[in-house]
Nanobody, 127 residues
Framework: QVQLVESGGGLVQAGGSLRLSCAAS????????MAWFRQAPGKEREIVAR???????YYTDSVKGRFTVSRDNAKNTVKLQMNSLKPEDTAVYYC?????????????????????WGQGTQVTVSS
């Protein structure tokens, strides 16, 4: 069982930065793929970034070059550094963990393939 707790959301002006953190419980954190998803009002939940247990990363196109995902297995944490924020980045951001290895983008970008979720943290970017 893994419990995830996000922090670091808030209100920021366009062009600003925020760093989200996700603290995980459990002894097998290093074996999980970790991801950040977001969901804006009226929209489906979408993947933002992912880091596999081996450290491989994936970013959705809209955040490439602006967001960076990192993890610290010793501290059971995963972070999302968000720079050059845009109003369209406004959403609730969720940390998620998957205990199953997926090599296919088709699978690991699908929220249904993640076992554990945090409660979400609101990010609002004003124009």
């Amino acid at each position: 069982q893994v419990q995830l707790v996000e922090s670091g959301g808030g209100l920021v002006q366009a062009g600003g930065s925020l760093r989200l953190s996700c603290a995980a419980s459990g002894r097998t954190f290093s074996s999980y793929a970790m991801a950040w998803f977001r969901q804006a009002p009226g929209k489906e939940r979408e993947i933002v970034a992912r880091m596999s247990s081996a450290g491989n990363t994936y970013y959705t196109d809209s955040v490439k070059g602006r967001f960076t995902v990192s993890r610290d297995n010793a501290k059971n944490t995963v972070k999302l550094q968000m720079n050059s924020l845009k109003p369209e980045d406004t959403a609730v951001y969720y940390c998620a963990a998957s205990s199953t290895y997926y090599s296919s983008t088709y699978h690991y970008t699908d929220p249904r393939h993640y076992n554990y979720w945090g409660q979400g943290t609101q990010v609002t970017v004003s124009s």
